[in-house]
C-alpha cells in the first residue's frame, strides 16, 4: 500500500469525467485507489493497494503521468449511417475504442437530418492520437470489422496484450454458454475481447486486451475447461477468489448455445468492454450522456460500470447507455429512430445524449 498526496484542484483529472480515468487506471494495473474527499485542505490523500509492490509502483507512475500530462481534444465528423458501425452493439465498440486507447470517447448527434454527426475525443495527446486513428479506420472500413481494426491497431502501437488458448470443440459450449451469456459475461467481468476460431480441433480461442484483463480471462477459461465455474469463486473447480481488483460477476447461463448476435464468437462489433464490471468504485455513464457519477444502464440491463464498491461515487443518475425497460425511458417522447449502415434501427434521445440499440418503451 502507498500513500500520495495530491494537490486538491488535481483530483478531478484523476478521477475523470463520470469516474473513467481513475477506473480504467485501477484495472490496468490491477489495484484499488480511495480517494480521501473528507480531507481539508489544498491537498487530498490518495492510498493505493495491490496485490504486489510492483503494481501498486506501476499504478504510482500512471498517476504522475495522468496528473502531469496536458488533455488534448479532438472532433471528428462521422457520416449519421456509420455512427452505429463506431457505438457497437450495446455500445461494445466505443468501451473497446476507449479501453485501447485509454482516450475518453463521446457520440453528439444533435444535428439536422444530412448532416454528419461529432465524434469527440479527449484525453492524453497520445491517446487522442490512437483512438482518432482507430475510429478513421472504422469510419473508412467495411462493416463489421471493428474488432479486427482494433486489435490491429493494439498490435502496430502495442497497446494490451493477447494469449491464443487451445480448447477441445467438445467443450467450447461452455465457454459461449446459451445464446452467448458465458462469453459475453466474461468479457464483462474481465474487460478483455474474446474470439473463438472453431474451424479446427481443437479450437483456437484468441484473447485480447489490458495485460490484467487478458490474464485474468486466460484463467477464468483455463477454469471453464477444467469443469469449474469461475463466476462462483470458492466452488467446485474455481479459484477460491477473485483476483484482486477484479471480482467475478454474477452467474452466466451455463448451457450450450450459438453466438448472440450472429459472426464469430466473441463481441461482434468491440474489443475489450474497457470497465467489464470488474471492481470499479466511480460508477458513471459510459458514454454520451450527462457526465454526472453513476449510471444506470451500460450492458443489457445493469449498469456493469456503476458497480460501485465501498467509498466510491455509485448514486443513480442519468440513464446510460443500451439500458432496458424504465432506465431508457427517460427523455420522454423525444427518442428519434435512426439507422446505422447496415440498415439496423438504433435510438437517440437529444434531451438526454442517451444512444441505444433497445426500442424505447412507448415508441
Given at each position: ?29 490491477d ?7 473528507a ?12 496485490m ?13 503521468t ?6 488534448t ?34 457520440v453528439?448527434?444533435n ?11 479527449q ?31 493494439c498490435?502496430?502501437?502495442?497497446i494490451?496484450?493477447t ?27 474481465t ?20 495485460p ?54 466473441g463481441?461482434p ?69 435512426l439507422?446505422d449502415?447496415?440498415?439496423r434501427p438504433?435510438?437517440?434521445?437529444p ?13
Amino acid at each position: 500500500m502507498e500513500i500520495l498526496d495530491i494537490p486538491s484542484a488535481m483530483v478531478g483529472k484523476l478521477i475523470g469525467k463520470a469516474g473513467e480515468t481513475i477506473r480504467n487506471l485501477q484495472l490496468s494495473t490491477d489495484t484499488r485507489i480511495q480517494v480521501d474527499h473528507a480531507a481539508e485542505g489544498d491537498t487530498k490523500r490518495v492510498t493505493i493497494s495491490g496485490m504486489s509492490a510492483e503494481a501498486v509502483a506501476r499504478c504510482r507512475a500512471e498517476i504522475a503521468t495522468i496528473l502531469q500530462d496536458e488533455e488534448t481534444k479532438e472532433e471528428l465528423d462521422c457520416p449519421a449511417g456509420i455512427v452505429g458501425r463506431i457505438i457497437g452493439r450495446g455500445g461494445e465498440t466505443i468501451r473497446a475504442l476507449q479501453s485501447a486507447s485509454q482516450a475518453h470517447i463521446t457520440v453528439d448527434q444533435n444535428f439536422p437530418e444530412g448532416q454528419p454527426r461529432k465524434i469527440i475525443v479527449q484525453g492524453r495527446p497520445d491517446a487522442c492520437q490512437k483512438a482518432s486513428m482507430m475510429i478513421r479506420e472504422l469510419i473508412n472500413g467495411e462493416p463489421g470489422s471493428a474488432q479486427a481494426i482494433i486489435q490491429r491497431v493494439c498490435a502496430e502501437q502495442g497497446i494490451g496484450k493477447t494469449h491464443v488458448m487451445s480448447c477441445p470443440k467438445g467443450i467450447v459450449g461452455r465457454i459461449i454458454g446459451r445464446q452467448g451469456d458465458t462469453i459475453k459475461q466474461l468479457q464483462r467481468v474481465t474487460g478483455a475481447t474474446i474470439q473463438i476460431d472453431q474451424s479446427t480441433d481443437p479450437c483456437r480461442v484468441t484473447l485480447a486486451g489490458q495485460p490484467s484483463s487478458s490474464d485474468q480471462a486466460k484463467r477464468m477459461i483455463e477454469d471453464i475447461i477444467a469443469g469449474g465455474d469461475p463466476f462462483h469463486p470458492g466452488g467446485p473447480g474455481g479459484f477460491g477468489a477473485p483476483p484482486f481488483g477484479a471480482p467475478y460477476g454474477g452467474p452466466a447461463g451455463p448451457g450450450f448455445g450459438g453466438p448472440g448476435f450472429g459472426g464469430p464468437y466473441g463481441a461482434p462489433f468491440g474489443g475489450f468492454p474497457p470497465y467489464g464490471g470488474g471492481f470499479a468504485p466511480y460508477g458513471g455513464a459510459p458514454y454520451g450522456g450527462a457526465p454526472g457519477y453513476g449510471a444506470p444502464g451500460g450492458y443489457g440491463a445493469a449498469d456493469p460500470y456503476a458497480a460501485a464498491a465501498s467509498g466510491g461515487y455509485g448514486a443513480a443518475g442519468a440513464a446510460g447507455y443500451g439500458a432496458a425497460g424504465g432506465a431508457a425511458a427517460g427523455g420522454g417522447g423525444q427518442w428519434q429512430e435512426l439507422h446505422d449502415d447496415q440498415g439496423r434501427p438504433y435510438y437517440y434521445n437529444p434531451a438526454t445524449g442517451v444512444t441505444q440499440w433497445e426500442k424505447p418503451p412507448g415508441m
